[in-house]
């Protein structure tokens, strides 16, 4: 590896974060909060359950930011020959369209990224805190993350808050807990970042939309052409679709299936 790598935007990111939550994290045990008189009681669970709970969320973190989030493979993969009645399927008003970019062929719902200059399957959107896409593999995960580092900020706040004193004169509270309430402020800001990136997603996820096509609707050719989303299966669907791949098939396939329903004549 080259020595500039290291100093790569997805390096320094990745890196910032982990030194970011650690420092939080030392800063909880470190003054008079309950952390530090769960461990002068002897009361080690909840401490451990904390730790266990930030380290969880650091390795989710790590995971969601370096894995595939569903590149567009640039060489064709060799595969067997559609059946003819899987290629009837395929919705043929919709033809698959080249990238201007990168020249692949571009399947519905997936979207070319100009900082990973790669196209992404099920595009949802670029995340600089990551440093990475969030696209068709990892948008799941990226789900839990949030849930789980959402369940580690409340409980930060809590816990900085319990160690705030304010009865104290200005200068000795200043060097006592200056750093602390520092960490309080930062913890809501990132609370309230997380909070409503959760809310938001849950509710793309339930509607079986992606943040790309709902901020640009009018933009896409294959939404355009239709006066709701085509691809919402009703909350249930959608969500075992999104955690559980069910059901399975390419966006082409699930397309031309809800369109030959919405076009069958009623009996």
Known sequence: MAP???LSPGVLVRTGHTVLTWGITLVLFLHD????????????????????????????????????????????????????????????????????????????????CRECRRCVRRYDHHCPWMENCVGERNHPLFVVYLALQLVVLLWGL??????????????????????????????????????LLLASHVYLVASNTTTWEFISSHRIAYLRQRPGNPFDLGLARNLAHFFCGWPSGSWETLWAEEEEEGSSPAV
């Not at 004193?165 to 309230?192: E, K, M, V």
């Open 4 to 6: 500039w790598a290291l």
């Open 33 to 112: 909060t309950e952390l530090r008189q769960w461990e002068e009681q002897g009361e080690l669970l909840l401490p451990l359950t904390f730790l266990l709970l930030v380290l969880g969320s650091l390795l989710l973190y790590l995971a969601v930011s370096l894995m595939d989030p569903g590149y567009v493979n640039v060489q064709p993969q060799p595969q067997e020959d559609p059946k003819e009645e899987q290629t009837a399927m395929v919705l043929q008003a919709i033809p698959l369209r080249r990238c201007r970019y990168c020249l692949v062929l571009q399947p519905l719902r997936a979207r070319h």
């Open 158 to 195: 809590y816990l900085a808050w319990s160690g705030l004193r304010f009865f104290q004169p200005w200068g000795l509270w200043l060097r006592s807990s200056g750093l602390l309430f520092a960490t309080f402020l930062l913890l809501s800001l990132f609370t309230l970042v997380a909070g």
